[in-house]
């Protein structure tokens, strides 16, 4: 059997097994990086070279720094000022959003999830307010939240990983370009219409582990200070990156030491704040990024995607295709997994048609974090679940027209800022 062939079975099997998680994500990963090493597809080096990754030490380093802000407290005491500024429904849902999408951009979306929930639902047995209509908003802000920045999802590292490769990256804050305008249209939306499709259930409280309010009167106030404090500067030194001369990942190792060393954070708090399904799925799915490079077989996914659109497709189509397909699987399957199996087949398709890799993977990634419509598409979804009391068709209510949206909004912001064929 021809490598192409065993490549595009293994991606077969990666995507099927995405979609039912039959297998853990990361165990599917796994198998698909050893598959390919036991084929002969790939060398050892080869398959497991995107362990070594400097993105890996990245999102390992600010699992760390993120964690010391969460362990402290300090995140909680973030979230908790919602409180402050919003006294009617819409207020709270308007600050929730802001906070939440504020903090995802550069934390876990997953981690920003856990600590905002408990802070709604308290938020919510305080002012009467419904608790599942605040609580829909938490994990589609972080989804929207995570690209205001490079480090705000791992998907936006997948797409980074596979621009250096040939030579090329994002900006630290490029990803915000389309981002941030998403988020505000997001906030926007419910503000004025989307209040009124958001679900309200009736749930006793206390029957969720979210309801247990977590005590950090005991966590010294320099550790929280600190925390926050390491925190900006490592963000800061990223956003720098070429002026300090400093990489990102060593940024944020720094930053996960002094937070080490200081005693902000345990050596055992550090080593569970790191989320090791994450890193070995990102590791294992670059193994098959590589393959369907160097196999050809991204090459001939992409003349099948090119041709069965027409000889002479226009970009915008093509980045609707490309835009629609991430968007959909994203909601079925993992956004992460679902950008690592589309990034290596939209270079492809970019060098098959001398397209920007830029602006094929820039809608690659943004279309991969439309994770709105069910409880299933990201952890932070399937959060929420239990203390909203949702139901399937709750989500696909609050969160399709959001789908739209930051279609739209992606529809004409991609041309403009990353067009498909740059003068």
């Given at each position: 059997?021809?490598?192409?062939?065993?490549?595009?079975?293994?991606?077969?099997f990666?995507?099927?097994?995405?979609?039912?998680e039959?297998?853990?994500?990361?165990v599917?990963?796994?198998?698909?990086c050893?598959?390919?090493?036991?084929?002969k597809?790939l060398s050892?080096?080869?398959a497991?070279?995107g362990?070594?990754?400097?993105n890996?030490?990245l999102?390992?380093?600010?699992?760390v720094?993120?964690?010391?802000?969460?362990?402290t407290?300090?995140?909680y005491s973030?979230?908790?000022?919602?409180?402050?500024?919003a006294?009617?429904e819409?207020?709270?849902?308007?600050?929730?959003?802001?906070?939440?999408?504020?903090?995802?951009?550069f934390?876990?979306?997953t981690?920003?999830?856990?600590?905002?929930?408990?802070v709604?639902?308290?938020?919510?047995?305080?002012?009467?307010?419904?608790r599942?209509?605040l609580?829909?908003?938490?994990?589609?802000?972080a989804?929207?939240?995570g690209?205001?920045?490079?480090i705000?999802?791992?998907?936006?590292?997948i797409?980074?990983?596979?621009?250096?490769?040939?030579?090329?990256?994002?900006?630290?804050?490029?990803?915000?370009?389309?981002?941030?305008?998403?988020?505000?249209?997001?906030?926007?939306?419910?503000?004025?219409f989307?209040?009124k499709?958001?679900?309200?259930?009736?749930?006793?409280?206390?029957?969720?582990?979210?309801?247990?309010?977590?005590?950090?009167?005991?966590?010294?106030?320099?550790?929280?200070?600190?925390?926050?404090?390491?925190?900006?500067?490592?963000?800061?030194?990223?956003?720098f990156?070429?002026?300090?001369?400093?990489k990102?990942?060593?940024?944020?190792?720094?930053?996960?030491?002094?937070?080490?060393?200081?005693?902000?954070?345990?050596?055992k708090?550090?080593?569970?704040?790191?989320?090791m399904?994450?890193?070995?799925?990102f590791?294992?799915?670059?193994?098959l990024?590589?393959?369907?490079?160097?196999t050809?077989?991204?090459?001939l996914?992409?003349?099948?995607?090119?041709?069965?659109?027409?000889?002479?497709?226009s970009p915008?189509?093509?980045?609707?295709?490309?835009?629609?397909?991430?968007?959909?699987?994203?909601?079925f399957?993992?956004?992460?997994a679902?950008?690592?199996?589309?990034?290596?087949?939209?270079?492809s398709?970019?060098?098959?048609?001398?397209?920007d890799?830029?602006?094929?993977?820039m809608a690659?990634v943004?279309?991969g974090?439309c994770a709105?419509?069910?409880?299933?598409?990201?952890?932070a979804?399937?959060?929420?679940?239990?203390?909203?009391?949702?139901?399937?068709?709750?989500?696909?209510?609050?969160g399709?027209?959001l789908?739209?949206?930051?279609?739209?909004?992606?529809?004409?912001?991609?041309?403009?800022?990353?067009?498909?064929?740059?003068?």
């Amino acid at each position: 059997m021809s490598p192409i062939a065993i490549t595009l079975i293994f991606l077969a099997f990666a995507i099927v097994m995405f979609v039912t998680e039959k297998l853990p994500l990361a165990v599917t990963s796994m198998v698909v990086c050893v598959g390919l090493v036991l084929t002969k597809v790939l060398s050892v080096k080869d398959a497991f070279a995107g362990f070594v990754d400097s993105n890996v030490i990245l999102f390992v380093a600010m699992f760390v720094v993120g964690g010391a802000f969460f362990e402290t407290g300090m995140a909680y005491s973030v979230g908790g000022l919602v409180t402050k500024f919003a006294k009617t429904e819409r207020q709270l849902i308007v600050a929730v959003m802001m906070v939440t999408g504020i903090m995802s951009g550069f934390l876990s979306n997953t981690g920003t999830a856990a600590v905002v929930i408990p802070v709604v639902i308290g938020i919510a047995a305080k002012s009467g307010f419904a608790r599942s209509k605040l609580l829909m908003t938490v994990p589609i802000a972080a989804a929207m939240g995570g690209n205001l920045s490079l480090i705000g999802a791992p998907g936006n590292m997948i797409g980074q990983a596979a621009l250096q490769k040939m030579g090329l990256s994002f900006g630290f804050f490029e990803y915000a370009l389309v981002g941030a305008p998403i988020l505000i249209a997001g906030i926007l939306y419910f503000a004025l219409f989307g209040y009124k499709l958001l679900p309200e259930k009736s749930r006793n409280a206390g029957d969720t582990t979210f309801d247990q309010q977590i005590d950090y009167s005991t966590v010294p106030s320099w550790k929280k200070k600190l925390s926050l404090i390491v925190l900006v500067l490592t963000i800061l030194a990223m956003i720098f990156e070429k002026q300090i001369g400093i990489k990102l990942a060593i940024s944020g190792c720094i930053g996960a030491l002094v937070l080490v060393i200081s005693g902000v954070i345990s050596e055992k708090q550090a080593y569970k704040a790191i989320d090791m399904p994450t890193i070995f799925l990102f590791g294992g799915t670059l193994s098959l990024a590589t393959a369907i490079e160097k196999t050809g077989a991204g090459k001939l996914i992409a003349n099948t995607v090119i041709n069965s659109a027409g000889k002479d497709v226009s970009p915008f189509v093509l980045l609707v295709v490309v835009f629609t397909i991430a968007c959909i699987l994203t909601n079925f399957m993992s956004n992460t997994a679902t950008t690592a199996l589309l990034v290596p087949v939209s270079i492809s398709i970019a060098t098959g048609m001398g397209a920007d890799p830029r602006a094929v993977i820039m809608a690659t990634v943004i279309g991969g974090s439309c994770a709105y419509s069910t409880p299933i598409g990201m952890p932070a979804n399937t959060m929420v679940l239990g203390p909203g009391g949702y139901n399937f068709t709750d989500y696909v209510k609050a969160g399709f027209p959001l789908q739209i949206i930051a279609a739209i909004v992606s529809f004409v912001l991609l041309p403009i800022f990353f067009p498909f064929f740059p003068k």
